[in-house]
């Protein structure tokens, strides 16, 4: 969840998770389904293979979609500015230490162009040599400041802060189960049925 391309590309959230898509969807699964077609056509990869472009696609709206609907299960001060990252975070780590490594070498080795973002080359490697390296190191309670200063996501002091507020979260046994509660209960056919 992390890995959002607005951290590298310091660009609007209104852009990177597509506002506009929100318009007429009164579900999650409606959402997800406006996002894939919003995206036809606006992504592609070097190998046009349209296979891989479309697990982007199905990766980048449930990404979008999920990042609307778990925030909500849960609270946490809207002020926190910061919260998102320490969410993300949160989930990866806790999903990290349910599932086996993926092996997405050959997804990874593809810089995707995404035409509606009109982002440069530079940036879109960028991004990727970060995607790559965090699901190759994995994020933990120990190695998070260090994961973010290095993907320059933050600076050192802002990095420390969010390290503090996942290690402090995680470590609140009532928040931790809330959430482990809410992956293991995860069900997307489920949740697709959802008000937004």
């Known amino acids: 969840m992390l890995p959002d391309v607005r951290y590298i590309t310091k660009q609007d959230r209104k ?3 597509l506002k506009e898509s929100f318009k007429d969807a009164k579900t999650y699964g409606q959402l997800f389904d406006n996002i894939l077609g919003d995206t ?5 990869s070097p190998d046009g293979s ?7 696609r199905m990766g980048f709206a449930f990404h979008i979609a ?3 609907w778990w925030p909500k299960q849960i609270y946490f001060p809207s002020e926190f500015e910061k919260i998102g990252a320490c969410l993300k975070l949160l989930d990866d780590i806790l999903l990290a230490s349910e599932v086996d490594k993926i092996n997405m070498e050959d997804e990874l080795a593809l810089p995707y162009k995404i035409k509606f973002l ?3 080359d530079a940036l879109i490697e960028k991004w990727y040599n ?3 390296g965090y699901i190759k190191k994995r994020p933990t309670l120990q190695n998070i400041k260090e994961m973010l200063v290095e993907g320059e996501l933050f600076d050192e002091k802002t990095s420390e802060e969010i390290s503090r ?3 402090k979260i995680f470590n609140e046994s009532d928040v931790r189960n809330k959430l482990q509660d809410m992956y293991e209960s995860f069900s ?3 949740i697709s049925k959802n008000q937004i």
């Not at 036809?40 to 592609?44: H, L, M, P, Q, R």
């Not at 349209?50 to 982007?56: A, D, N």
């Open 15 to 17: 852009l990177t998770h």
């Open 40 to 44: 036809e056509n606006k992504i592609s």
């Open 50 to 56: 349209s296979e891989k472009i479309h697990h982007f």
């Open 66 to 68: 999920l990042d609307q």
């Open 118 to 120: 009109d982002l440069s």
């Open 130 to 132: 970060f995607v790559f």
């Open 165 to 167: 507020e996942v290690n």
């Open 188 to 190: 997307w056919k489920e």
